[in-house]
Nanobody, 115 residues
């Protein structure tokens, strides 16, 4: 079982920055992949960024060059640094983790970007 707790969402103007955090309840060395997804109203949930236990990163095309996913193994936490935010980045952002045979989700954190 893995509990995930997100934080760091909020309201920001276009062009601004936010950093999201996701704290896991156990060592991330037992978690194969962690990722950030987002879901805007009326839209499907979409992958934003992911990072493997080995540190390999990947991003959605819409956020490449603006968002950076990172991990702190000592704190069992991953981060999503979001720069040059756009109104279309407005969504609930969810942290998720995959272990051997299981998938876990956090409760989500709202990010609102005003124009």
């Amino acid at each position: 079982q893995v509990q995930l707790v997100e934080s760091g969402g909020g309201l920001v103007q276009a062009g601004g920055s936010l950093r999201l955090s996701c704290a896991a309840s156990r060592s991330m060395f037992s978690i194969y992949v962690m990722a950030w997804y987002r879901q805007a109203p009326g839209e499907q949930r979409e992958l934003v960024a992911r990072i493997t236990v080995g540190g390999t990163r990947s991003y959605a095309d819409s956020v490449k060059g603006r968002f950076t996913i990172s991990r702190d193994n000592a704190e069992n936490t991953i981060y999503l640094q979001m720069n040059s935010l756009k109104p279309e980045d407005t969504a609930v952002y969810y942290c998720t983790a995959w272990t051997s045979g299981s998938n876990y989700w956090g409760q989500g954190t709202q990010v609102t970007v005003s124009s």
